[in-house]
């Protein structure tokens, strides 16, 4: 006699939200209000996740009524009525909200016009003294209008770029604001970009103003930039005005005007009226093998798509403080500058997440009672690695999510932040990109967090898995496409007239899909797993696995600093896999450790995956952002020359791509001589 084969057993949740705190997020009380408005499918009594799946199917189905019904809950204030709502669904060329105007910086700073709120706090800076200083709704208010004011005293129009080399500091938020207030374009670099770095971002969309600091303050120690300054004014001929910030304390140089100048006055805002597509600000794709993509995102994009994520999906409302470790130079501080939008206190802060000690982060969440605290899976782990106790030994209670991005939380993360942090804690793991400054998948307050999973994908954001024939898949790896429209997909990029680097970079594989190049598993239980990028992908005799996977497993020895694996087509047809291995102090790459490290991947992932070699490095390098670098490292054993392979502004440390680029000749000369 046979028996059936029985399914397999689900996996139990490591966290999920109470039936108080499902009916209390703003989410559920969208999909009510939306259901009696405009069509959407009712909550399933006692089924959030059933629920949560028909207003997601609704939402990418009726993508317009979805959209229309995004903006009347949150009161987006259009000063002229749209037509409709997409025009023109067409990728790349979606044409949104024809007709109406709007303002971005207005919607940041309604909190201000309420008398209740004006006096509390709209941002906390901290910096390494861990003291949080406040600016309150009122003083952003005021200090915007009087910006915004001498902006267009400068001469700025609508359209003019206005750029910042700034740190994560109060100023570096107004300055983004009286731009967008006067219609400028605002872009940033972080300033511990090198001039080099900046001049690939900003020579390609030629500002007209450059707000600048004297240095910054990084892990116990000044770090001047007066010489990086000179440069970036010599090399900018567009420039109008210089603005300095004086961090260190130093004089402006000659011919640059004084911050406190700019910002002294009584001046009410005037916020342009600017059409919904009008450009709000311009970010760069990493560079790592040419110049850096400029990436330009809409006011109305992005207003309509961050109102959404911080709304519904991070459930941020006045009350909240939202911290996220980041950098000027990346996303993710643009994302943190709306919450605004949603009313919610930003912590800023600026400085090392390692000073004095690796706990500085939750220190930051502790002294400025943060709701929600961001920041990325490297350092999660690498708090697990030093053996952290936060919920033990700092005062927490105020948050209740810590959110992850830049690379997935592998699961010895989720199951860290859950026994160390607070049993309780909602684990929002989420996927994006600077692409569209938003989530793809990620953070969902209504359903259950699953250990190595993102919760679902995000509303109005029709992902799907694809094989390599196009055709979705569920419960297996495949590429990660965006089969509708999102707002805030770029309007274009700079410098690209005829629209053809923007095609390339998404729509050439797929065209009319986005294809952003990751892979990913949809689940049938609706959840995400995220196994890395696609064109970094291990292709080991037709199977193929994402990076992330190997990383995760590996990295969990104690020994193991970070690592870096790269799977290398060869001329010979066939394929050379080797793991590259940071140690951790006092550690020994010896037999013992390469022969655990492999049965690690043998056994936890796949035998096909077992490295065909695992060599000792001085280090993993990074973008500037803290992403590995695994393409231009491959470029470098297939005997691509350094300058071809990487651009140099990119990188966080070129002499650990030099080791890399000597390696690869010093194996070429081998082989050459055996053969």
């Known amino acids: 006699m046979t028996t059936a084969p029985q399914p397999a057993a689900q996996p139990e949740p490591l966290w999920q939200p109470g039936e108080d705190r499902i009916a209390a997020a703003q989410v559920t009380r969208f999909q009510d209000w939306a259901a009696e408005r405009h069509g ?25 009524r979805f959209w229309q019904a995004t903006a009347e809950w949150f009161d ?80 700025v129009r609508p ?11 109060p100023q570096a938020v107004t300055a983004l604001l009286a731009a967008a207030a006067v219609g400028a374009v605002w872009t940033s670099c972080a300033p511990d970009f090198g001039a080099r770095s900046v001049l690939d971002r900003f020579q390609q969309v030629e500002p007209v103003v450059l707000f600048t600091v004297d240095g910054y303050r990084y892990g116990g120690k000044r770090h001047d930039r007066a010489e990086t300054v000179a440069e970036l004014r010599r090399e900018l001929p567009t420039l109008r005005a210089v603005v300095h910030i004086p961090l260190l304390g130093t004089p402006a140089p000659e011919g640059a005007l004084e911050w406190d100048a700019l910002t002294s006055a009584g001046t009410e805002p005037v916020y342009e ?35 959404k994520q911080l709304g519904l999906h991070c459930d941020l409302g006045p009350g909240d403080r939202f911290f996220w470790y980041t950098s000027t130079g990346w ?81 010895d993360g989720f199951r860290w932040i859950h026994d160390e942090v607070a049993e309780t804690m909602w684990i929002a793991s989420v996927s994006g990109g600077t692409d569209v400054c938003s989530c793809f998948a990620g953070a969902v307050p209504t359903l259950p967090v699953y250990i190595g999973e993102l919760q679902a994908p995000c509303l109005g954001t029709d992902l799907q898995a694809w094989d390599a024939a196009g055709e979705p898949v569920t419960d297996e790896v495949g590429e990660l496409i965006i089969t509708n429209p999102m707002p805030s997909m770029p309007i274009h990029f700079w410098n690209d007239p005829d629209g053809s680097r923007y095609h390339d970079s998404y729509f050439e594989m797929f065209p009319g899909a986005w294809r952003h190049g990751d892979w990913i598993t949809l689940t049938s239980r609706g959840s995400v797993v995220i196994h890395g990028r696609s064109d970094s992908t291990l292709n080991r005799q037709g199977v193929r696995m994402g990076s992330a996977d190997i990383y995760e497993a590996v990295e969990r020895l104690p020994e193991i600093r970070e690592t870096l694996v790269i799977g290398v087509e060869q001329p010979d047809g066939g394929y050379w896999m080797p793991l590259f291995v940071h ?18 991947i043998r056994e936890n992932l796949s035998p096909r995956h077992v490295p065909d070699e695992v060599i000792e490095v001085p280090g993993v390098p990074h973008t500037l952002t803290g992403k590995r670098i695994e393409v231009p490292v491959k470029r470098l054993l297939q005997g691509t020359r350094l300058e071809k392979a990487v651009n140099p502004g990119s990188v966080d440390d070129l002499e650990l791509l030099r080791f890399y680029e000597r390696l690869a000749h010093d194996r070429e000369s081998v082989e050459s001589a055996d053969s």
């Open 273 to 307: 009226q600017v059409p919904f597509d009008h450009p709000l600000w311009v970010l760069y794709s990493s560079g790592t093998t040419g110049l850096p993509k400029a990436i330009v995102q809409s006011q109305g994009g992005i207003l309509i798509e961050h109102l």
């Open 583 to 600: 140690l951790a102090p006092g550690a020994r790459l010896d037999d013992n450790l390469r022969d655990r490290i492999k049965k690690t």
């Open 76 to 155: 987006v204030r259009f000063t002229t009525p749209y037509e409709r709502v997409l025009a023109d669904r067409a990728m790349p060329g979606a044409t949104w909200f024809p007709g109406a105007t709007l303002n971005y910086a207005e919607h940041a700073l309604r909190a201000a016009d309420d008398p209740a709120r004006a006096g509390t706090p709209a941002l906390l800076h901290v910096d390494e003294t861990h003291e949080p200083r406040t600016v309150t709704w009122a003083e952003l208010r005021r200090q915007v209008g009087s910006l915004a004011a001498e902006l267009r005293r400068l001469g």
């Open 331 to 411: 996303m993710m501080w643009n994302f943190l500058v709306s919450g605004l939008l949603v009313g919610a206190t930003l912590v800023l802060y600026d400085g090392s997440p390692g000073h004095p000690d690796i706990s500085a982060q939750w220190r930051v969440a502790e002294r400025t009672g943060a709701t929600l605290f961001g920041t990325s899976a490297a350092y999660v782990m690498a708090c697990r690695k030093a053996g952290l106790h936060p919920g033990r030994d700092l005062g927490l209670s105020t948050v209740k999510c810590v959110a992850t991005t830049g690379s997935p939380l592998p699961p």
């Open 40 to 64: 959407a499918p009712a909550a399933v009594p006692g089924d959030p996740a059933a629920s949560y799946a028909a207003l997601h199917r609704w939402s990418v189905q009726e993508l317009e």
């Open 159 to 169: 359209g003019d770029r206005v750029s910042g080399y700034v740190p994560n500091i």
